[in-house]
């Protein structure tokens, strides 16, 4: 009895053990026995019922094809990641702080026009104007500069900018102005602040065309980075919501850095190629010129922009404007008049050229109507007529900038930018990180970095509290000293004080200066206007945030030890 007991226990176990070998083989090779269906045999009805197999029962076993195919980036050759992984670094380190430094201008230039209503808070607020007006401030600014004017600027009420200011160019040199209701030169149209800060994004205040290029190289490299950075992270979508806080500083870096990236990702494409395409349009044109019109620019800027009539150099009363707003009406109905550009107002070839907003949802949405002295329409281009490269010229700039939807679009913008900022110093600080994980510091090199990343919010917001608290008002190029002063001399201390002191009192001086300058402005200016108490509460706002990052223990500056 025994005998024949242990028999069947023995025979059943080698059962167990052949149905757990085929089970072994099948997911070796992508099968697997799972909860199949086969034909009952009860009664031979020919139904089909669901059964969970169990490994003692072997009978009508059927095994199914359940391979799974791994996801596209995870089947790139691991050379092939290590070597992206190395031009990723690469590229990121070469233009780390001069992305560093477009990404955080370009965040804060979004509220370029709300900064333009902060610095002239004592302009007169205007929702429309009239014709009347605007030819009695272009006479009155073409009389200050003594005649001779080249081109004026007209811009006109926006809800983004409800003031109206005139522009008036003389031997390359301008002179603004800003008028109320009646056409009255009430104030100076100069906002440095804001013109500081977005040439700041622009060119970097390197004068000629190489600025721009610049810029337009860094919007190159900030793209080439984004892709180069999703071909050496293959788990990098699989990962998005995977963040390891509180332990390695390397890693947490690491974590942050990819998540922010994957999570923006669109954002981060669309600011950067933007900014490319408009970094490099004078290399673009010349390269069109040349495959074109046998190097002939002049051709390619004449595809979008209307020429002037003939030229005419003899004096003659200033251009008329006031019979161009009827027929601007009449051509563009419901549009509204932002821009008056005008060539040589005070000659017998002077022109005028409207542009005009329409209200619909396209962001390439301005009409442009040219008129010549006698009031005739020489020159008409409807956005409704563009054709698709047309419609995608004309939405780059707000596609960049932000300058659509509102304020809501605004915020986002600025937010996703501060973003895009923090990858571009958080790649250097993994790297730095790394070679400390791998006993090789540079303590140099996270000195120079934590000074290059600090010192611009520092600079920053020393210059806006100079132009809050000068009473007599600061130049452009007072605010270009200040910010060069400033950057210059924190570059400098990285080389006697430590990185983690440096970073501390560093926040807390541009937390100061930000707080500062609210109460500066307020007590200069006493504003009416809601938008510019919003500039003032959000300066403060951004001041106690950068000194509640400065939180906790005081590290001294203690001198760096030379390496």
């Known amino acids: ?117 902060w610095e002239t808070a004592g302009a007169p607020r205007l929702t429309s104007i009239s014709p009347d007006a605007v030819q009695h401030a272009l006479e009155a600014a073409i009389a200050r500069v003594s005649g001779g004017a080249e081109h004026a600027y007209i811009n006109l009420p926006t809800p983004d900018l409800p003031q109206a200011s005139i522009s008036v160019e003389k031997d390359h040199v301008q002179h603004g102005w800003i008028f109320d209701a009646a056409g009255n030169l009430v104030a100076p149209g100069d906002a440095p602040f804001s013109e500081f800060l977005t040439r700041l994004h622009i060119n ?27 071909l050496a992270h293959p788990r990098i979508f699989r990962d998005a919501f995977h963040l390891r806080l509180g332990g390695s500083r390397r890693l947490q870096e690491a974590d942050l850095h990819n998540r922010i990236g994957i999570w923006a990702l669109p954002f981060h494409v669309i600011v950067s190629l933007t900014g490319a395409l408009l970094g490099l ?41 006031r019979p161009m707003f009827p027929a601007v009406d009449r051509a563009a109905p419901g549009g509204r008049t932002d821009l008056i550009l005008l060539e040589h107002p005070a000659e017998m070839g002077g022109a005028a050229m409207f542009n005009v907003q329409r209200e619909d949802t396209r962001l390439s949405n301005y009409d442009a109507y040219a008129f010549d002295r006698t009031g005739k329409l020489y020159h008409h281009a409807r956005s409704s007529e563009n054709n698709l490269g047309e419609r995608i010229l004309g939405s ?24 895009l900022t923090y990858l571009a110093a958080g790649g250097v600080t993994i790297w730095l990180a790394r070679r400390g994980d791998k006993r090789n510091p540079a303590p140099g090199l996270e000195r120079l970095w934590a000074a290059t990343v600090w010192s611009q919010p520092v600079a920053l917001a020393a210059t806006a509290l100079a132009t809050a608290a000068a009473l007599g008002g600061v130049s452009k190029q007072a605010l270009i000293m200040i910010w060069a002063a400033v950057t ?30 609210a109460p500066a402005h307020v007590l200069r200016f006493w504003p009416t206007d809601p938008v510019i108490w919003s500039v003032d509460v959000g300066l403060m706002a951004c001041g106690g945030v950068l000194l509640w990052l400065a939180r906790g223990a005081v590290v001294p500056p203690v001198p760096a030890r030379s390496r």
């Open 204 to 230: 970097l205040h390197i004068p000629g065309s190489w600025g721009i290029f610049i810029v337009g190289l860094t919007g190159v490299a900030l793209l080439s980075s984004l892709i180069s950075g999703l």
């Open 396 to 419: 780059i700039g707000k596609l960049h900038f932000g300058w659509f939807g509102g304020a809501a679009v605004k915020i986002a913008y600025a937010l996703l930018g501060l973003g």
């Open 488 to 517: 210059l001399i924190i570059l400098f201390s990285a080389l006697r004080v430590e990185a983690t002191a440096l970073s501390l009192w560093l926040k807390r001086a541009a937390g100061v200066l930000l707080i500062a300058t």
């Open 281 to 321: 349009t004078t290399i673009i044109v010349g390269v069109l010129g040349m495959a074109l019109f046998q190097g002939d620019t002049a051709k390619v800027y004449a595809l979008f922009i209307p020429q002037a009539p003939k030229d005419d150099p003899r004096p003659a009363p200033i251009i008329d404007l």
């Open 1 to 117: 009895m025994l005998c024949r007991l242990g028999a069947r226990r023995g025979a059943d176990a080698a059962a167990d053990r052949r149905v757990d070998r085929a089970s072994r083989l099948g997911r070796r090779h992508g099968l697997d026995l799972g909860r199949q269906s086969y034909p009952s045999r009860d009664g031979g009805s020919g139904r089909h019922r669901a059964h969970w197999l169990r490994p003692g029962h072997i009978e009508g076993v059927r095994v199914t094809t359940t391979a799974r195919r791994k996801p596209l980036l995870s089947r790139v050759p691991a050379d092939f990641v290590r070597a992206v992984l190395k031009g990723h670094s690469s590229l990121g380190l070469a233009f780390a702080a001069i992305i560093y430094l477009v990404c955080l201008t370009g965040s804060i230039a979004v509220f370029a026009h709300e900064f333009q209503r």
